[in-house]
């Protein structure tokens, strides 16, 4: 069965720092991999998408992860985070298993940015 | 143009009850997917509709049924709630090509208390 780990349930960081959220998945055949952030009071909006080509794909708002197909991860990353960075933020999976329809998610990380 | 559309906000019912959630797509999406997200956790798969017909299920019990009407809206239906069914309730909107689902658009969710 497809499953999705997110490492850290709650990070904090100041502004300027750089983030990492750390994502695994379990499953061995193709994937689509997605990182998905939902602002307060927010709908979840898509940040960045990997389907195949270069492992380290560019999103909005400065985000990018990269897709290390060995170690089953697809990590976040931003260089210099922002206070409207706050947000929780969610790893999912979309995996041929009797359907290749449906994303499976991580529990998401709360991102907490200070000024 | 609108995005996805979910009614009520909110609801609050007792256990025993039965309850309807409603969803209206994107514009030009046909295909309407459900997912549960309980507190602290991420969203979990519900069903999926294409062509007024569930294409796909996720592991809940039958007391969860939906449908899709010819204008690609949908219900989700919830009979004999459960303290546990309180949670929000997401609807994802997108198309099919060649049987697989594009991106994702997620409505707001209706949040069920289960009293």
């Known amino acids: 069965a497809q499953s999705v780990s997110q490492h850290n349930h709650h990070v904090i960081l100041s502004e300027a720092a750089s983030l990492e959220l750390g994502c695994n998945y379990s499953?061995?055949?193709?994937?689509?991999l997605f990182w998905y952030v939902q602002y307060p009071g927010q709908h979840l909006q898509l940040l960045l998408k990997?389907?195949?080509?270069?492992?380290l794909v560019k999103g909005i708002k400065g985000f990018e992860a990269e897709f290390i197909k060995s170690k089953f991860s697809f990590n976040l990353r931003k260089p210099s985070v922002q206070w409207s960075d706050t947000a929780e933020y969610f790893c999912?999976?979309?995996?041929?298993?009797?359907?290749?329809?449906?994303?499976?998610f991580g529990a998401g990380t709360r991102l907490a940015v200070h000024p | 143009d609108a995005g996805v559309t979910q009614s009520p906000t909110h609801l609050i019912k007792t256990r025993g009850q039965q309850v309807t959630l409603r969803c209206s797509p994107k514009?030009?999406?046909?295909?309407v997917s459900w997912y549960q997200q309980a507190l602290g956790q991420g969203p979990q798969f519900i069903f999926q509709?294409?062509?007024?017909?569930?294409?796909q299920r996720g592991n809940f019990p039958d007391r969860f049924s939906g449908h899709q009407f010819p204008n690609y809206s949908s219900e989700l239906n919830v009979n004999a709630l459960l303290l546990g069914d309180s949670a929000l309730y997401l609807c994802?909107?997108?198309?099919?090509?060649?049987?697989?689902?594009?991106?994702?658009?997620f409505g707001p969710g209706t949040r069920l208390t289960v009293l």
């Open positions: 999912a999976v979309r995996g041929y298993s009797g359907g290749y329809n449906k994303l499976i």
């Open positions: 990997y389907f195949s080509g270069d492992p």
């Open positions: 499953y061995g055949g193709t994937v689509n």
């Open positions: 509709y294409y062509e007024e017909e569930e294409r």
């Open positions: 514009s030009g999406h046909d295909t």
């Open positions: 994802a909107s997108s198309t099919l090509t060649s049987g697989r689902v594009n991106e994702q658009f």
